[in-house]
């Protein structure tokens, strides 16, 4: 099982802030991402977007990582802070 | 909600991290950096605020969304990594949270060394990372509807200056 969240304005285009999911692991978070969009065609405009930024147990990574059993995957738009 | 720390075993005591509704003082924070400290001739600190434009205008006020089991992880790595680079005896960095209003703290960085160099850069660098690399995220409030900020591309090159260092 992973955990997917997502933040800000993408949360908000899914009208979702988490869910989750079975995949067969150890995957990537580009295949997590296909996942999300297999069950979700309608969310293809907000998750294809190239600016999102993605985090696994809370550590920002590329689309390339590697996700396992039980890991949190973090979906959301470039970070506004400061 | 107040979420505060200090930053990991390996850091100095004096090291401080939080994420916070809360107003913070900054004679206080800057009292924390000066106490019983005489090793360090230097403190440079800085304040964010909620100014009255943005990229639209007549802003009222800003919403901050955090990643709460994210967020302070990601600052306590920015502040190991400016402890890495410059010879740093103290660091706060306060960030707030949730709905706020024109004129109020967004977010503090203070730090403390032996020379003003370093802690010129390392402030400076500690809010250049937070703005790329925090998850927070800022929903402006205006008399002609609320939207989120987009991020800009001036962030983005202000990495770069760092890069090579």
């Known amino acids: ?82 | 909600m107040t979420d505060s720390s200090n930053v990991s075993d390996s850091h100095s005591d004096f090291d401080f991290l939080s994420v916070q509704e809360q107003d913070f003082d900054v004679a206080f924070e800057y009292a924390q950096l000066r106490e019983n400290n005489s090793q360090d001739g230097a403190i440079v600190f800085f304040s964010g605020l909620v100014r009255d434009f943005n990229q639209g205008n007549d802003v009222t006020g800003l919403y901050l969304e955090h990643y709460p089991a994210m967020t302070e992880k990601a600052l306590a790595k920015i502040i190991e990594e400016a402890k890495s680079r410059w010879p740093l005896s103290r660091v706060r960095l306060i960030h707030r949270v949730g709905q706020l209003y024109l004129s109020d703290q967004i977010v503090f960085v203070g730090v403390s060394s032996s020379h003003r160099e370093a802690a010129f850069e390392a402030c400076h660098f500690i809010m250049d990372y937070l703005k790329k690399k925090a998850p927070f995220w800022k929903k402006e409030t205006t008399k002609k509807g609320d939207w989120w900020v987009e991020s800009l591309e001036k962030d983005e090159k202000a990495l770069d200056k760092w890069q090579d260092q």
């Open chain 1, 1 to 82: 099982m992973i955990n997917v969240v997502f933040f800000a304005q993408l949360r908000e285009q899914l009208k979702t802030d988490q869910l989750q999911l079975e995949l067969s692991t150890p995957c990537t978070v580009a295949d997590v991402q296909q996942a999300l969009l297999d069950n979700h065609p309608q969310w293809q405009e907000f998750l294809a977007n190239r600016a999102l930024m993605c985090a696994v147990n809370q550590d920002m990574v590329q689309s390339d990582a590697m996700v396992n059993d039980g890991n949190e995957v973090a979906f959301f738009p470039p970070v506004t802070g400061g």
